[in-house]
RNA sequence: UGGGGUAUCGCCAAGCGGUAAGGCACUAGUUUUUGGUACUGGUAUUCGGGGGUUCGAAUCCCUCUACCCCAUCCA
């Protein structure tokens, strides 16, 4: 497999190999406080698909810190998601609730090393102290309580001496953090209330920020993985971790983006509004994108999984088409399910010329499936096909019944339209035809061609059934509320008929409706007596397609224009360096505007041009390369100095060495602050630019590349780089790239 | 507006200085007793915009733009 990894699996990877952890933990910790959904199951495939490809584990947690929101319903739910995906959490699930003991002695700790305080200001006043994202917050007065005090207090209010809201801990960080999530976040809060695990043992209950961390920790984990939105948190979950100075290891936090669909839903608040509201039958109900309702529609578990694969995992905000998913699960199902013949809304044709009965044997596969299988269907002169099939002034192309042309019953006879009878109003009622009694599948001599075969049903023996057919339940790509709703998302059909075999034989759950869809008997309303099918997608429809395509679609799409917005004015001694840099040095602006602009960065540059004159070389290394460290660092901490710089920039002027390899000797210096000619030296970077010695090289490239060589010839002119890459990576570098540059180009030619 | 993120095809997504992977969607054709499947081909001279460095930039530097997250005693 060459498929690339993503980078939590190349962070997992790295840190296996560096020995940082000996076994990868990771855990799915879901909040028991609504049905999980397919950005669940991403989440889960996830945690626990980076467990198994490293043969470590995955817990599966409920974050249960919130007692008024949460109740063990969702905890089963969540548990079924799970299993369902056919993931294993070992032993036992845990629950945060089970670590409020230790929660509490860390925080204790906590406020023991004056890291955690009582707060007593209203919620209000903590609000308005907190500030706002460009302005500084403030310390509560409650701040400078004794560290006597807050113990005495925390231990009150774990007592439940107090009333809700009267106090919270809190940590003492940094008021005027410029991440608002470090203005001295809250640590715990009073809640009298019945927790579902906890009982009423507890009246204080942790904050997640507190929680979560702790119990990643006390849990082994080693790869914390949740979604965006909690970048921010994540200097909390340092904080703590750090603070209380954990006997290590200790897990580290990494986000990806979460899971988003078109045409639905995917917040907890919507999907609770649909359910309420009733707009759907329940958390269960198919066109919801819970696990239950996926489940209910028919999904498979192999199909969310190969989805989820399929997908990745970035840090990018995405909007996935619902396509995707739709394929696979048709994808999955193509391979597994018996085909059946069921019509939806039926047509009757009475075949005129056909006495008596028989049985038709049919194989429950198509011929690129290999599975066994069969079953019997019953013919007879009375049969009903989809109303679809049949045209009396068909389009151009239309491949079914018409009065001129035939068409073939699946794994029966071609029939022939002979008479078409309608009621008063005009609409058709009934077919009266003929069928080719030497045409039967299997062992047609007749010589009849049709453009395609069609599903039927025997009027006597069909079974009727109820079919749910669904759509999407958003008319809008993206959806705000139950005003996007599709009102068309639910089609019941009363009377659909079906070959009584699926009934009667009951070959499997999942069928493929021919010609039609994905069907699944619901596994609540199925009875013998009244069977119900629920459509879980439909087939490629391209005949569907081509129609619908009758009117243009007209794409505007106007090309964005990018606005360029105003720069930051140089300050005057900034553009007087500048000036200095353009006119005296000679050099070129953006690179003057560069250096001109940052303080460290000319600096630097004006040491360096102290000992080597060479304006324009050694500005291009300093605002380019020199640049890139000084982000990370400040100016006193870097291993090398301007002075070696310029010794750099010196072998590069006097062709000692390339751009290129002055690169490498560069990275060399950042990492252990060695004299840039020392490194040439050691590791033998010379320039060569000797044709004589470059040549021969080429000649081998060329000699093993013929395809390439032949794609440039054809006027595929980038190949240029690909052959001096070559010969560079051949010559470690070395050759001198313009040399290799004329030289290949020539021998090209 | 301060901070933290993210921009590569219609939708996802690889790529980490040397020929712009792959999947979905779309499209053309072959096979087909499912207008399904399978198979074959076509789909980015270009990586949010503009500059710069380099023989060579999606990748390094500068700068601008757009979008997302953060001011719950939710998670």
């Given at each position: 497999?060459?498929?690339?990894?993503?980078?939590?699996?190349t962070?997992?990877?790295?840190?296996?190999?560096?020995?940082?952890?000996?076994?990868?933990?990771?855990r799915?910790?879901?909040?028991?406080?609504?049905?999980?959904?397919?950005?669940?199951?991403?989440s889960?495939?996830?945690?626990?698909?980076?467990?198994?490809?490293?043969?470590?584990?995955?817990?599966?947690?409920?974050?249960?810190?919130n007692?008024t929101?949460?109740?063990?319903?969702?905890?089963?739910?969540?548990?079924?998601?799970?299993?369902?995906?056919?993931?294993?959490?070992?032993?036992?699930?845990?629950?945060?609730?089970?670590?409020?003991?230790?929660?509490?002695?860390?925080?204790?700790?906590?406020?023991?090393m004056?890291?955690?305080?009582?707060?007593?200001?209203?919620?209000?006043?903590?609000?308005?102290?907190?500030?706002?994202?460009?302005?500084?917050?403030r310390?509560?007065?409650?701040?400078?309580?004794?560290?006597?005090?807050?113990?005495?207090?925390?231990?009150?209010?774990?007592?439940?001496?107090?009333?809700?809201?009267?106090?919270v801990?809190?940590?003492?960080?940094?008021?005027?953090?410029?991440?608002?999530?470090?203005?001295?976040?809250?640590?715990?809060?009073?809640?009298?209330?019945?927790?579902?695990?906890?009982?009423?043992?507890w009246?204080?209950?942790?904050?997640?920020?507190?929680?979560?961390?702790?119990?990643?920790?006390?849990?082994?984990?080693?790869?914390?993985?949740?979604?965006?939105?909690?970048?921010?948190?994540?200097?909390?979950?340092?904080?703590?971790?750090?603070?209380?100075?954990?006997?290590?290891?200790?897990?580290?936090?990494?986000?990806?983006?979460?899971?988003?669909?078109?045409?639905?839903?995917?917040?907890?608040?919507?999907?609770?509004?649909?359910?309420?509201?009733?707009?759907?039958?329940?958390?269960?109900?198919?066109?919801?994108?819970?696990?239950?309702?996926?489940?209910?529609?028919?999904?498979?578990?192999?199909?969310?999984?190969?989805?989820?694969?399929?997908?990745?995992?970035?840090?990018?905000?995405?909007?996935?088409?619902?396509?995707?998913?739709?394929?696979?699960?048709?994808?999955?199902?193509?391979?597994?399910?018996?085909?059946?013949?069921?019509?939806?809304?039926?047509?009757?044709v009475?075949?005129?010329?056909y006495?008596g009965?028989?049985?038709?044997?049919?194989?429950?596969?198509?011929?690129?499936?290999?599975?066994?299988?069969?079953?019997?269907?019953?013919?007879?002169?009375?049969?009903?096909?989809?109303?679809?099939?049949?045209?009396?002034?068909?389009?151009?192309?239309?491949?079914?019944?018409?009065?001129?042309?035939p068409?073939?019953?699946?794994?029966?006879?071609?029939?022939?339209?002979?008479?078409?009878?309608k009621?008063?109003?005009?609409?058709i009622?009934?077919?009266?035809?003929?069928?080719?009694?030497?045409?039967?599948?299997?062992?047609?001599?007749?010589?009849?061609?049709?453009?395609?075969?069609i599903?039927?049903?025997?009027?006597?023996?069909?079974?009727?059934?109820?079919?749910?057919?669904?759509?999407?339940?958003?008319?809008?790509?993206?959806?705000?509320?139950?005003?996007?709703?599709?009102p068309?998302?639910?089609?019941?059909?009363?009377n659909?008929?079906?070959?009584?075999?699926?009934?009667?034989?009951?070959?499997?759950?999942?069928?493929?409706?021919?010609?039609q869809?994905?069907?699944?008997?619901?596994?609540i309303?199925?009875?013998?007596?009244?069977?119900?099918?629920?459509?879980?997608?439909?087939?490629?429809?391209?005949?569907?397609?081509?129609?619908?395509?009758?009117?243009?679609?007209?794409?505007?799409?106007?090309?964005?224009?990018?606005?360029?917005?105003?720069?930051?004015?140089?300050?005057?001694?900034?553009q007087?360096?500048?000036?200095?840099?353009?006119?005296?040095?000679?050099?070129?602006?953006e690179?003057?505007?560069t250096?001109?602009r940052?303080?460290q960065?000319?600096?630097?540059?004006?040491?360096?041009?102290?000992?080597?004159?060479?304006?324009?070389?050694?500005?291009?290394?300093?605002?380019?390369?020199?640049?890139?460290?000084?982000?990370?660092?400040?100016?006193?901490?870097?291993?090398?100095?301007?002075?070696?710089?310029?010794?750099?920039?010196?072998?590069?002027?006097?062709?000692?060495?390339?751009?290129?390899?002055?690169?490498?000797?560069?990275?060399?210096?950042?990492?252990?602050?060695?004299?840039?000619?020392?490194?040439?030296?050691?590791?033998?970077?010379?320039?060569?630019?000797?044709?004589?010695?470059?040549?021969?090289?080429i000649?081998?490239?060329?000699?093993?590349?013929?395809d390439?060589?032949?794609?440039?010839?054809?006027?595929?002119?980038?190949?240029?780089?690909f052959?001096?890459?070559q010969?560079?990576?051949?010559?470690?570098?070395?050759?001198?790239?313009?040399?290799?540059?004329?030289?290949?180009?020539?021998?090209?030619?």
């Amino acid at each position: 497999m060459s498929k690339s990894k993503d980078f939590l699996r190349t962070i997992v990877e790295e840190d296996l190999k560096s020995g940082k952890y000996k076994e990868v933990v990771t855990r799915f910790p879901p909040e028991p406080n609504g049905f999980p959904h397919i950005g669940h199951a991403k989440s889960i495939v996830i945690n626990f698909g980076i467990a198994r490809d490293y043969h470590g584990h995955c817990n599966l947690r409920m974050d249960d810190t919130n007692p008024t929101t949460e109740d063990t319903k969702y905890v089963e739910a969540l548990k079924d998601a799970v299993q369902w995906l056919g993931f294993d959490w070992g032993n036992s699930v845990h629950f945060t609730s089970d670590y409020f003991p230790k929660l509490y002695d860390y925080a204790v700790e906590l406020i023991k090393m004056g890291k955690a305080y009582v707060d007593s200001l209203t919620e209000e006043e903590i609000r308005e102290y907190r500030g706002t994202v460009t302005e500084a917050g403030r310390r509560s007065k409650y701040a400078q309580r004794s560290i006597e005090e807050n113990l005495d207090l925390f231990e009150r209010m774990k007592k439940g001496e107090f009333k809700d809201g009267e106090h919270v801990l809190r940590a003492r960080i940094d008021m005027s953090a410029a991440n608002m999530k470090m203005r001295d976040p809250l640590l715990y809060r009073i809640r009298h209330a019945h927790h579902f695990r906890a009982g009423d043992e507890w009246s204080i209950y942790p904050m997640y920020d507190f929680a979560h961390c702790l119990a990643d920790y006390i849990e082994g984990v080693t790869h914390s993985i949740c979604t965006l939105e909690f970048e921010n948190n994540r200097d909390i979950y340092n904080w703590v971790l750090d603070t209380l100075g954990l006997k290590p290891p200790r897990p580290y936090q990494y986000e990806f983006a979460r899971l988003n669909i078109n045409y639905t839903v995917m917040s907890k608040r919507k999907l609770l509004e649909l359910v309420e509201g009733g707009q759907v039958s329940g958390w269960d109900d198919p066109r919801l994108p819970t696990i239950a309702g996926y489940k209910r529609r028919g999904y498979t578990p192999e199909s969310i999984l190969n989805f989820c694969d399929g997908i990745g995992i970035a840090k990018a905000n995405s909007m996935v088409d619902v396509a995707q998913l739709e394929f696979s699960i048709r994808d999955d199902l193509n391979t597994k399910v018996p085909r059946v013949l069921c019509v939806l809304d039926p047509l009757k044709v009475t075949i005129v010329n056909y006495e008596g009965s028989e049985e038709i044997e049919a194989s429950y596969y198509p011929h690129d499936v290999p599975k066994e299988g069969s079953r019997k269907i019953p013919f007879s002169k009375d049969i009903y096909i989809e109303r679809d099939d049949f045209m009396e002034n068909p389009p151009k192309g239309y491949f079914r019944l018409t009065p001129e042309q035939p068409v073939r019953l699946r794994h029966g006879y071609i029939i022939s339209c002979k008479e078409v009878i309608k009621d008063t109003n005009g609409n058709i009622v009934e077919i009266k035809a003929e069928y080719h009694p030497d045409s039967k599948s299997g062992s047609d001599t007749s010589g009849i061609k049709v453009k395609s075969a069609i599903q039927w049903v025997s009027a006597k023996e069909a079974k009727t059934v109820e079919v749910r057919l669904y759509d999407r339940l958003f008319k809008e790509e993206a959806p705000e509320g139950v005003e996007d709703i599709n009102p068309d998302s639910l089609q019941v059909i009363k009377n659909a008929l079906i070959e009584p075999a699926v009934i009667t034989e009951k070959p499997d759950e999942r069928f493929q409706f021919e010609r039609q869809g994905y069907f699944y008997a619901d596994p609540i309303n199925y009875s013998d007596e009244h069977p119900v099918f629920n459509k879980i997608v439909g087939l490629k429809d391209s005949w569907g397609k081509k129609k619908k395509t009758g009117e243009p679609v007209p794409k505007p799409q106007a090309k964005k224009v990018q606005i360029d917005g105003e720069v930051v004015a140089m300050s005057e001694e900034q553009q007087a360096l500048f000036d200095k840099y353009t006119n005296a040095l000679g050099l070129n602006s953006e690179v003057a505007n560069t250096l001109a602009r940052d303080e460290q960065l000319s600096s630097f540059y004006e040491e360096a041009l102290a000992v080597l004159n060479s304006p324009v070389g050694l500005a291009n290394i300093v605002s380019n390369d020199v640049a890139r460290e000084l982000k990370e660092k400040q100016a006193n901490e870097l291993k090398f100095n301007a002075k070696q710089i310029a010794e750099l920039v010196k072998m590069v002027d006097d062709a000692t060495i390339s751009n290129k390899i002055a690169k490498q000797v560069f990275e060399e210096m950042v990492k252990s602050g060695e004299n840039p000619t020392q490194v040439v030296k050691d590791k033998g970077l010379v320039q060569i630019s000797d044709p004589s010695i470059i040549a021969p090289i080429i000649d081998e490239i060329i000699a093993k590349n013929p395809d390439n060589v032949a794609k440039f010839k054809a006027g595929n002119t980038k190949l240029l780089g690909f052959f001096v890459g070559q010969v560079l990576k051949a010559t470690g570098g070395k050759a001198n790239p313009k040399v290799v540059n004329e030289l290949v180009a020539e021998k090209l030619k």
